[in-house]
């Protein structure tokens, strides 16, 4: 337990709500929470499922009803070839992912981790022991992973590749040929496993197109692990259901995994999950032209903000801003040297809760999850900017 740390980005969760609590006028850009609820038809399966009750314990891999959504929604997405085999459902994607890394990693395996990295995924590693390399990706790289980087870092030692896409927290998205110039460099280091973290894939704007190591190479499929959640997509982060797609060995693991932990999915959580993977598709689709509107709200408000730059993203529902013009600076009495100050004195004058960059490896920055009202976000954003203008 001395290496395990709470998640940073729920402690200003927390902090935000708390205020609130006290009668503060709060917008938090804190949490990284859809902000909209699944269709009637997936409530309407959950009470269907509640009146059906078996009364059983359920599948360690996930019900075949479940895992048959999982692959149609699979093969929606381009990916054909898997089968039952080669899945297993876990509670969200964070449980799958530690299992992912209990399965892969022994303590001292070397983890390649590209920062700015989403929290869970170096402390899941940090828990197990690994030998975490951190692949220091800044904002003069657009936040992403380069194959001479992936080359320079990958030794006989190396076990994982964890790659994020689009990515938490700096919504980048990785282009065609980025993605094929890293299958290049693995396809040379057969011992490198690759846990491919895609949960916002129907998140990405800009009609870029989600590019996949399983399509640029599809002999990588031995090793790589598809990650995949309601959690974004459907507006179902509470519901707790992710899933793998792996090699059916890696599957087996995690299924042995789950017998021994959660047993399985309740019933009533995978009558949703079927009905929102099996049901009207649209709901995701308009979700990320708001999403993308919002980008842009965020991104004018930022161009008005000298000192300030912020490579423009692409996909999930984060920005992901350089700040560090403002340390050094002072707002009112208080003094700002860093991103943790930057975020505590934001919150304190203005009422606005984000994220300090150092909980993703990026100290210079901090994220913004502006999944908020259009007028929370207009307001929010009004009063960043204003904070900005007064640093003296
Ligand atoms: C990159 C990334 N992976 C995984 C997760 C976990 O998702 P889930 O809600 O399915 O556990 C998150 C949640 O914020 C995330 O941002």
């Known amino acids: 337990m001395s290496r395990a740390v709470p998640s940073a980005i729920m402690a200003v969760a927390e902090k935000a709500k708390a205020l609130k609590a006290q009668g503060r006028d709060i917008i938090s850009f804190s949490i990284g929470v859809p902000n909209f609820l699944p269709g009637e038809h997936v409530y309407a399966a959950a009470h269907q499922a509640l009146d059906r009750d078996s009364g059983n314990y359920g599948s360690n ?212 999950a079927i009905a929102a993977l099996t049901g009207p598709q649209d709901i995701p689709q308009k979700m990320a032209g708001e999403f993308m509107a919002k980008r842009d709200e965020v991104m004018a408000t930022f161009a008005r903000i000298q000192g300030l730059s912020c490579p423009r993203p692409q996909g999930a529902f984060y920005a992901f801003p350089d700040v560090s013009f403002a340390f050094g600076k002072r707002h009112g009495a208080a003094s700002i040297t860093d991103d943790v100050d930057f975020c505590n004195v934001l919150l304190d004058a203005k009422g606005v809760a984000c994220v300090p960059g150092s909980a993703f490896g990026e100290p210079k920055a901090l994220r913004i999850s502006y999944t908020c009202k259009a007028q929370e976000l207009t307001e929010g954003l009004k009063r960043f900017e204003e904070f900005c203008s007064e640093l003296h």
Request: glycine letters at 8%.
């Open 61 to 272: 891999r996930g019900p075949d009803g479940l895992l048959d959504a999982f692959l149609a929604h699979f093969k929606r997405n381009g990916f054909d070839g898997f089968e039952r085999k080669n899945l297993c459902v876990g509670v969200g994607a964070k449980h799958v992912i530690f299992n992912v890394m209990y399965a892969i990693l022994e303590e001292g395996d070397e983890l390649i981790l590209p920062a700015p990295y989403w929290t869970s995924h170096i402390d899941i590693a940090r828990i197990l022991g690994a030998d975490i390399k951190v692949a220091y990706c800044g904002s003069e790289q657009d936040y992403k992973l380069t194959a001479a980087q992936l080359e320079s870092l990958i030794s006989p030692r190396t076990k994982l590749l964890v790659l994020n896409n689009p990515g938490n927290p700096t919504g980048m998205v990785y282009t065609e040929a980025e993605i094929r110039a890293l299958g290049d460099v693995l396809s040379k280091h057969p011992h490198v496993w690759i846990l491919s973290d895609d949960i916002y894939n129907q998140m990405i704007f800009d009609g870029l197109g989600w590019h996949h190591l399983l399509k640029t190479h599809p002999h990588l499929r031995d090793r790589v692990i598809l990650l995949d959640s309601l959690s974004k997509t459907y507006g179902m982060p509470g519901w707790r259901v992710g899933v793998a797609a792996a090699p059916v060995e890696l599957a087996q693991a995690l299924v042995t995994l789950n017998s021994n932990h959660i047993t399985n999915l309740p019933e009533v959580v995978c009558a949703a």
